[in-house]
């Protein structure tokens, strides 16, 4: 991350950008979903430090001051003018820097000392129920889950960073070298540092999909040797037990977290289906003949109305929304 980026989040996060800046700010996070999952853990530790100056055990304490003393090291205030408006951004830089240097180093002491005195239920779970939901977890990692889907996870997560996945559900994991992620889902057991898979489980039954997004997972059968390990673009299925790799070609298989679409000549009720799977929604046709209809186009975070009403222009149908879903009709 670049030294200007940093000090803009930190003065994004203390409050000080006019509104002016604010928004390009916003803008230019928001073009980046790198870049918005950065802003997304500094703000989480940015509340921890500012609700709880104090707290803390000895281990954070230690690696707070460690940092301190590495800000003039690292040449981070090098660039500042003199006199008093070197010491009116001096605060703000003084936390952008320290941030910063915890989630790129790697010191999880302090981060979890802090949470280490919070108080909070033994087991901790979120459900979506309705659509998909986005679950923050202690170590600053984020969970997408699809609709169905339920994690849960020991509220002593600092300790042990492991989760239980009943659906599907996609995982942007905070590097911790010290401390491995693991999911559990069905028979399988899912081992990360840092890095972004999803995986899902299908109901009623043991199987599971894993597929990398980016960095590199083991997948291994609960108390077996099995295991294989996965690099980005690949999948890992368990299926009775057994474990088989291959290489995931469907551009479409997060599109229920990304809503980004790819179709090339597809037959239009396939599309549809595809729809009604990210988007949660029921999509009827009635007797309109879709056998020989296909399509070939691409959607980016549009809404399911907007791209319900570019197919219907298409194909000439009607597009209605009811109360028991939409309608497409001649």
Do not use: C
Request: hydrophobic fraction near 35%.
């Amino acid at each position: 991350m670049s030294k200007n980026r940093n000090i803009n989040m930190a003065r994004y996060l203390a409050g000080e950008m006019s509104m002016k800046e604010e928004i390009a700010f916003r803008s230019e996070m928001e073009s980046s979903q790198t870049q918005q999952s950065e802003l997304n853990k500094m703000e989480k530790t940015w509340k921890y430090f500012n609700n709880n100056p104090s707290e803390g055990n000895g281990d954070s304490k230690k690696a707070w001051n460690q940092l301190h003393k590495r800000i003039e090291e690292d040449g981070l205030l090098a660039d500042l003018p003199a006199g008093p408006e070197r010491r009116s951004l001096l605060p703000t830089l003084r936390v952008a820097a320290s941030i910063t240097l915890i989630l790129a180093i790697g010191i999880p002491a302090l981060y979890f000392g802090i949470i280490r005195n919070s108080k909070s239920e033994p087991v901790q779970s979120h459900y979506a129920e309705k659509g998909v939901s986005t679950v923050d977890l202690p170590d600053g990692s984020r969970v997408f889950l699809n609709k169905g889907a339920e994690i849960t996870y020991p509220a002593d997560f600092y300790q042990e960073r492991s989760v239980k996945l009943r659906g599907e559900a996609f995982f942007e994991v905070m590097s911790d070298p010290v401390n491995p992620f693991t999911v559990r889902s069905g028979k399988v057991v899912v081992s990360v540092l840092g890095t972004s898979f999803n995986v899902k489980e299908y109901n009623n039954s043991p199987d599971v999909e894993v597929y990398v997004a980016r960095g590199k997972v083991r997948v291994a059968i609960e108390n077996s040797r099995q295991f294989i390990t996965l690099e980005p673009g690949e999948m890992g299925q368990a299926e009775s037990s057994n474990l088989t790799r291959s290489v995931q070609t469907d551009p479409n298989y997060i599109s229920w977290k990304t809503k980004v679409f790819k179709f090339v000549d597809k037959e239009l009720m396939e599309v549809l289906l595809e729809l009604e799977e990210s988007y949660h929604v029921e999509i009827h046709t009635g007797e309109v003949e879709l056998k020989d209809m296909r399509i070939t186009t691409s959607y980016r975070e549009q809404s399911i109305d907007a791209i319900l009403e570019t197919i219907g222009a298409a194909f000439e149908l009607t597009v209605s929304n009811r109360e028991d879903g939409y309608h497409l009709t001649k």
